[in-house]
């Protein structure tokens, strides 16, 4: 069973910091791409961010919303996926759901699983 | 960035309806496009992939058709757990986006 749990999520005042994981089980996590989705209350769904499998270096997209306070990361070794917030904004507070994608190949993808999401709150 | 536009936002249906939900694309996104469904306090869910590839272990009564810019999920007969908001989502280039969603209630 593919499974994906968050965890983190906090109360921080704007311009602090927060680290929110996602441990997975279930699946060859070295295999896929991993993403970031959140949703601010009431809101519907923004994408954060992505990094991608050993294959392809493991390399990362951002949302410009996030590029240059938010990183994303990985350890395959530990099946956990990781998203660094830096600078936080009001505009920030969501809920965080870590996501797994399947890559279909031909820049055909797909958000096929999700974390039941971890809540974020930036207010002082 | 891709503007994804749904209609209708909500919408009134009655188990048993068939029901049919648009997106449209501020410009063309091939076949690069998802559906999904949510229900209150929880996780979206993957419904369709490819504009019309089933997910699996979805349902046949769900069915996703289009190409280009416009594009339709259709419920063939609506059963009582599908009454939920539903999101397309565009991957056509970066960033991927989402439409507003729809709302579908009894």
């Known amino acids: 069973e593919v499974r994906l749990v968050e965890s983190g999520g906090d109360l921080v005042q704007p311009g602090g910091s927060l680290r929110l994981s996602c441990a997975v089980s279930?699946?060859?996590?070295?295999?896929?791409?991993m993403d970031w989705v959140r949703q601010a209350p009431g809101k519907g769904l923004e994408w954060v961010g992505r990094?991608?499998?050993?294959?392809?270096?493991?390399?990362?997209e951002y949302a410009a919303a996030v590029k240059g306070r938010f990183t994303v990361s990985r350890d395959d070794s530990k099946q956990s996926f990781y998203l660094q917030m830096n600078s936080l904004k009001t505009e920030d507070t969501a809920v965080y759901y870590c996501?797994?994608?399947?890559?279909?190949?031909?820049?055909?993808?797909?958000?096929?699983?999700w974390g039941q999401g971890t809540l974020v709150t930036v207010s002082s | 960035d891709i503007q994804m536009t749904q209609s209708p936002s909500s919408l009134s249906a009655s188990v048993g309806d068939r029901v049919t939900i648009t997106c449209r694309a501020s410009?063309?996104?091939?076949?690069?496009l998802a559906w999904f469904q949510q229900n209150p306090g929880k996780a979206p869910k993957s419904l369709i992939y490819?504009?019309?590839s089933l997910q699996s272990g979805v349902p046949s009564r769900f069915s996703g058709s289009g190409s280009g810019t416009d594009f339709t999920l259709t419920i063939s007969s609506l059963q009582p757990e599908d009454f939920a908001t539903y999101y397309c989502?565009?991957?056509?280039?970066?960033?991927?986006?989402f439409g507003g969603g729809t709302k579908l209630e009894i």
């Open positions: 490819s504009a019309s």
């Open positions: 410009q063309g996104i091939r076949n690069f």
């Open positions: 279930g699946f060859t996590f070295s295999d896929f791409y």
């Open positions: 996501v797994r994608t399947r890559n279909y190949g031909g820049g055909n993808w797909n958000f096929d699983y």
């Open positions: 990094t991608r499998d050993k294959a392809h270096s493991y390399t990362t």
């Open positions: 989502q565009h991957y056509s280039i970066y960033p991927p986006t």
